[in-house]
T-cell receptor, first 110, second 114 residues
Framework: QKEVEQNSGPLSVPEGAIASLNCTYS??????FFWYRQYSGKSPELIMS????GDKEDGRFTAQLNKASQYVSLLIRDSQPSDSATYLC??????????FGQGTELSVKP | DTEVTQTPKHLVMGMTNKKSLKCEQH?????MYWYKQKAKKPPELMFV???????INESVPSRFSPECPNSSLLNLHLHALQPEDSALYLC?????????????FGAGTRLSVL
């Protein structure tokens, strides 16, 4: 079992729709969870961090964490073509290392 | 300001060359990282420095040699690389090590080894 698993996609949604990205992790001791966005040829850019169970909202982005189910998700409301990118789920394990999922490629169609 | 600056942006080198990648941050962060990223793959951790001391080496070949001259600077010295080392090399920094620390990435150096 991989430490952090994401659906690789590609995930295609129409402009204005909600995009839902999912991630599961194996280390029950993990406390820190991140979503990074990476445009093609660019470096990862942090868009959300979440540490407690529940929802965290920032503009059009909502991160959801359920530690009991070892599940973290990212919702993007009112998706725009500029949201088209690869979204990396990252989990900090008990050793302090940031473990990345394989990334989900999102395509928002006008 | 969450800026991590990497130079150069692009680098082409032969297998016998010696070159260095540079990373700088002025956020007062005490942990700095080197990652390697191949196309369509997530970043892979190479090295971690904490308070200017090497904390983690992920069994990286000795042709990659990290150096942390001070708390703001991180270098990666390259020597006798192979074509398969061609990748995007990312530097990141965080306030400290361990949980609850956010890592901020630089723009990366795209390395091509001929």
């Amino acid at each position: 079992q991989k430490e952090v698993e994401q659906n690789s996609g590609p995930l295609s949604v129409p402009e204005g729709a909600i995009a839902s990205l999912n991630c599961t992790y194996s280390d029950r001791g993990s406390q820190s969870f991140f979503w990074y966005r990476q445009y093609s040829g660019k470096s990862p850019e942090l868009i959300m961090s979440i540490y407690s169970n529940g929802d965290k909202e920032d503009g059009r982005f909502t991160a959801q964490l359920n530690k009991a189910s070892q599940y973290v998700s990212l919702l993007i409301r009112d998706s725009q073509p500029s949201d088209s990118a690869t979204y990396l789920c990252a989990v900090e394990n008990q050793g302090g290392k940031l473990i990345f999922g394989q990334g989900t490629e999102l395509s928002v169609k006008p | 300001d969450t800026e991590v600056t990497q130079t150069p942006k692009h680098l082409v080198m032969g297998m016998t060359n010696k070159k260095s990648l540079k990373c700088e941050q002025h956020m007062g962060h005490r942990a700095m990282y080197w990652y390697k990223q191949k196309a369509k793959k997530p970043p892979e951790l190479m090295f971690v420095y904490s308070y200017e001391k090497l904390s983690i080496n992920e069994s990286v070949p000795s042709r990659f040699s990290p150096e942390c001259p001070n708390s703001s600077l991180l270098n990666l010295h390259l020597h006798a690389l192979q074509p398969e080392d061609s990748a995007l090399y990312l530097c990141a920094s965080s306030q400290g090590l361990g949980q609850l620390n956010i890592q901020y990435f630089g723009a990366g150096t795209r390395l091509s080894v001929l």
